[in-house]
């Protein structure tokens, strides 16, 4: 029986604005973990990235305190605070803005959409790291600091401080947050929440959010009464494009054997910056495989949910038909668009439809000029 269910989702509300979150959710995060780990070196301990669950979404002064006892440090918590404070005021002004937070924020902006943002970051230093971000201040009706509530997430206080000023009920107001405690403050304050978490493989920790994303590439604005995005073309979202290449490796060995479908996997040593700022997710673009020519492609980049793999890779997927393997040989890729996210499917069979309705989706949109343009790209050139 089909229910109502799949025709109307009951689940997501009409809301009138939205409330952001800064860091990680539409920064970069790294920042504190690239202070403390050159700070670090000075005790003669070394980073290991233990306390980066434990940064996303605390307080400076908490995040601090963890440092501290998590190496042992022979200071107080303020003593730290002092020492590295100077080493972050140069850094803040240079965060880079996530996949999709640019777009997001000029899209609801023109749009009229209200807007506030709310970190538990101080306001000085929100002002600091949005600074750089042209038109990002000028979208917020205002700016809530960690330092303007008594109590920070996951305290509801300054989600429900936005509400009282932008002077829309919480129960429409929507939350963008990366963290759990920040989906805490938000659905603590009576809100809608969505999550786009900063860490890969956490989703299943946010049952307490009305929707999960991986990225902010996947928030569909009119599942919550608000106007679409304009930007989506033939089922495509054009990117900046970016470039990846290398010699081909052997994967998984399964990708022809269980599904049919060969992809030419990349080595991912030396491109762990490049693939952390991209979200996972289905992409197409153009491929040049040393001299046999210049192909449309269609990959995949994630950690294949089916499988459930441990690592991030890059499954490009040529669309051509080769009549011989070409492992070793130089691939290059020129990547110019969205599809959709990864995701999970109940059998192999459906995985493997999917992959190729993402398949027809490249083959089509490759075609339009805003795609094919990049056939002729420098990059996918023989270099001589
Ligand atoms: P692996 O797990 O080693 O990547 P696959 O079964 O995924 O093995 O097959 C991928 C290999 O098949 C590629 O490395 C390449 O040499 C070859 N190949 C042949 N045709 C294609 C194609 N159309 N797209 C990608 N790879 C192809
Ligand atoms: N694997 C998944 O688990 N989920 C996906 O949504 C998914 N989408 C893919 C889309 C394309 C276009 C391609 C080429 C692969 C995709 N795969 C996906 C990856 C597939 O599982 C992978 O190529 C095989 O595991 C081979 O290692
Ligand atoms: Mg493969």
């Not at 002064?61 to 501290?68: D, K, P, Q, Y």
């Not at 790291?129 to 996951?154: M, R, T, Y």
């Not at 038909?321 to 069979?349: M, S």
Request: with cysteine; hydrophobic share 40%.
């Amino acid at each position: 029986m089909i229910s109502r269910m799949s025709i109307v989702n009951p689940l997501t509300k009409l809301v009138k604005c939205v409330l952001f979150d800064l860091d990680g959710t539409l920064l970069e995060d790294g920042v504190v973990s690239d202070v403390l780990k050159v700070y670090l070196v000075k005790y003669g301990k070394q980073w290991d990235g233990r306390e980066s669950k434990k940064i996303v979404g605390k307080m400076p002064l908490e995040i601090v305190a963890a440092i501290i006892e998590d190496y042992e440090l022979p200071c107080t918590t303020e003593e730290l605070v002092s020492e590295i404070t100077p080493m972050f005021s140069n850094k803040w002004s240079n965060i880079k803005a996530l996949p999709g937070a640019n777009r997001l924020i000029k899209h609801f902006s023109s749009q009229k959409v209200p807007l506030a943002l709310a970190s538990n970051s101080p306001k000085e230093i929100i002002e600091a790291k949005i600074s750089s971000h042209s038109g990002w201040k000028e979208s917020f009706s205002f700016i809530i600091g960690g330092d303007e509530v008594s109590l920070g997430k996951p305290s509801p206080e300054i989600y429900l401080e936005a509400a009282k000023r932008l002077n829309i009920e919480p129960s429409s107001c929507l939350v963008i947050e990366d963290s759990l405690p920040g989906v805490t403050a938000g659905k603590a304050a009576g809100m809608e929440v969505v999550a786009v978490p900063s860490m890969p493989k956490q989703s299943h920790l946010y049952t307490a959010a009305d929707e999960v994303f991986n990225s902010l590439l996947d928030l569909r604005p009119e599942k919550w009464g608000l106007p679409p995005f304009q930007d989506w073309i033939e089922r495509t979202l054009p990117l900046e494009p970016w470039y990846i290449g290398g010699p081909v490796i052997k994967g998984f060995g399964r990708g022809s054997k269980l599904l049919g479908i060969p992809t030419a996997n990349l080595s991912t040593e030396g491109y762990s910056t490049l693939l952390s700022e991209h979200p996972s997710g289905v992409y197409f673009g153009w491929a040049r495989v040393s001299t046999r020519g210049v192909f449309k492609m269609v990959m995949s980049i994630g950690w294949n949910p089916y499988f459930d793999n441990t690592e991030k890779t890059i499954e490009p997927w040529l669309l051509h038909e080769f009549d011989d393997d070409f492992y070793a040989e130089e691939l290059r890729l020129l990547i110019v668009g969205y599809i959709r996210a990864e995701a999970n499917f109940p059998t192999l069979e459906s995985l493997v439809a999917k992959i190729h309705e993402d398949r027809k989706i490249a083959e089509t949109a490759l075609d339009l000029p805003l795609y094919s343009k990049y056939r002729d790209d420098p990059y996918l050139r023989i270099s001589v």
